[in-house]
């Protein structure tokens, strides 16, 4: 049987809600073979983070060498890669790899707990941006690229061109999670700018939407699917993951993996 394989390149979560484990949950709903590579063991849960563990780049690179030098790469993801080495053995490795790569710049948990250096930041822009084929940034990591406040929805479209045509990503998706209203995110793919746009869901159960998102989106590349309507299908995903939550744990529930199949079975009705 041929299958499509996704890879994520992130940071770990035993709570399960964020994370490789999210993201590994997510290619197994969207059927690509999924594959990780941890960057840092982080002691974190739906409340916040207790400790970080980074592990050596060296090891990082080791891991990068053994999955890619066996396995197919259809499309790969990062999300939290908290130091310069750590870029740098991920920069140096890219090249060698011919597939979408779906960047998360994450920054800083829900918690407000930071899981990237401060110092870091501007490797990151300068040095991995421009490798990315789409980049998703929430509100607050998109001003963080850009250095600039983004308050209204032109704010948004325009920070989603100007990490293309300025930093140098292959598309930005501006999303717009931490905003009030519709939850509605803006995709500038180098020509155009695509709105997805979903109701507003009134939980506090979020723990790992950006990682899920992101995790979804690379799963449908990796499947062939183009940008635009890879990031339509992982709205719905990550949509109804969000409205089908749990109320697990004592701060931010985790999101649900499987309620897509859920949602399908009411639009059949
Ligand atoms: N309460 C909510 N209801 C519906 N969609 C949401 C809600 N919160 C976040 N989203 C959506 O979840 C996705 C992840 O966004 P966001 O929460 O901004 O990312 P991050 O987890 O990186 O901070 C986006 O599509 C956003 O619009
Ligand atoms: C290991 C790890 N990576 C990323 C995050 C942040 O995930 P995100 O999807 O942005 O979700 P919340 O921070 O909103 O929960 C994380 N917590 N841990």
Redesign the pocket.
């Known amino acids: 049987m041929s299958i499509q394989c996704s890879l994520t390149i992130?940071?770990?979560?035993p709570s399960g809600g964020?994370?490789i484990q999210a993201d590994l949950k997510t290619f197994q709903e969207l059927k690509s073979y999924g594959m990780s590579v941890v960057t840092s063991v982080?002691a974190?849960n739906t409340t916040g983070v207790n400790a970080v563990h980074h592990l050596p780049a060296e090891m990082i690179q080791q891991q990068l060498e053994a999955v890619s030098a066996d396995m197919p790469i259809d499309a790969f993801k990062s999300?939290?890669i908290a130091d310069k080495d750590m870029m740098k053995v991920i920069a140096d490795w890219i090249p060698q790899i011919s597939a979408p790569y779906v960047m998360d710049p994450?920054m800083v948990?829900?918690s407000g707990d930071p899981?990237i250096e401060a110092e870091s930041r501007a490797w990151l822009r300068e040095h991995l941006v421009p490798f990315a084929s789409v980049i998703t940034p929430n509100l607050p990591e998109a001003e963080d690229l850009l250095g600039q406040q983004i308050e209204t929805t032109d704010d948004m479209k325009e920070a989603a061109e100007q990490i293309v045509t300025k930093l140098g990503a292959g598309a930005a998706l501006v999303k717009g999670g931490h905003r009030d209203g519709e939850a509605v995110d803006y995709l500038f793919d180098g020509s155009k700018i695509h709105s997805y746009s979903a109701e507003r869901i009134a939980t506090n159960n979020?723990?790992?939407?950006?990682?899920t998102y992101s995790a979804a989106i690379t799963a449908y590349l990796s499947r062939g699917i183009d940008l635009p309507r890879a990031v339509e299908k992982a709205k719905q995903f990550v949509t109804a993951a969000i409205k089908h939550s749990f109320d697990l744990g004592k701060g931010?529930g985790p999101t649900n993996h499987w309620a897509w199949k859920e949602e399908v079975k009411q639009w059949k009705k």
């Open positions: 992130a940071g770990t979560d964020a994370g982080v974190q999300g939290m994450v948990a829900q899981l979020t723990h790992g939407t950006g990682c931010s």
